[in-house]
T-cell receptor, first 113, second 115 residues
């Protein structure tokens, strides 16, 4: 059973650029969610996808968008990058049931200069 | 406005003793609580959870206690082992929402187990 894998592990962008982060869900999971973890903070919910549609969103602007593919892999896209977008981006997958316990990947560390 | 608060950024405990990590929440709509553990360069891993209909859940060395009236939960680790050194996150969700609102995390407590 493979876990959640994310790519790239580290990347550096400049303000105003766009970035795409990728995630492969754990085998058997059908729901994927993305979290942003700034330095010294806990993870903050960005959005969740189920059946290739966004079905929940945290307090993030529309320039944060995502996709879920038929094989349950996912992308997080961030447009018009700002300095405050520098953070660890965590992808988590789960099987949609009552508990919905999340399995996290190791994250993608984004630095915006 | 933080809805889940972990007021101790770090905690140092001697190996073999009990570790107690605390968490407070303000949102009365939360009805499911989880603890995650995170090692450096790894993603958070699920440790233990508790539903609001219970006041205690135990799994081996780990026990979570929930006091709904005080909006407080705690994680007890007995006995503490060196491998327990990690950052522990308390998280909460509104289960009735089907989980679509995601988890709300605290800032974490860095537990250090000293030999």
């Amino acid at each position: 059973e493979t876990g959640v894998t994310q790519s790239p592990t580290h990347l550096i962008k400049t303000r105003g650029q766009q970035v795409t982060l990728r995630c492969s869900s754990q085998s058997g999971h059908n729901t994927v969610s993305w979290y942003q973890q700034a330095l010294g903070q806990g993870p903050q919910f960005i959005f969740q996808y189920y059946r290739e549609e966004e079905n929940g969103r945290g307090n993030f602007p529309p320039r944060f968008s995502g996709l879920q593919f038929p094989n349950y892999s996912s992308e997080l896209n961030v447009n018009a990058l700002e300095l405050d977008d520098s953070a660890l981006y965590l992808c988590a997958s789960s099987f949609r049931d009552g508990a919905n316990v999340l399995t996290f990947g190791a994250g993608s560390r984004l630095t915006v200069l | 406005d933080q809805q889940v608060k972990q007021n101790s950024p770090s905690l140092s405990v001697q190996e073999g003793r009990i570790s107690i990590l605390n968490c407070d929440y303000t949102n009365s709509m939360f009805d499911y609580f989880l603890w995650y553990k995170k090692y450096p360069a790894e993603g958070p891993t699920f440790l233990i959870s508790i539903s609001s209909i219970k006041d205690k859940n135990e799994d081996g060395r780990f026990t979570v206690f929930l006091n709904k009236s005080a909006k407080h939960l705690s994680l007890h680790i007995v006995p503490s082992q060196p491998g327990d050194s990690a950052v522990y996150f308390c998280a909460a969700r509104e289960l009735s929402g089907g989980g679509a609102d995601g988890l709300t995390f605290g800032k974490g407590t860095h537990l250090i187990i000293q030999p």
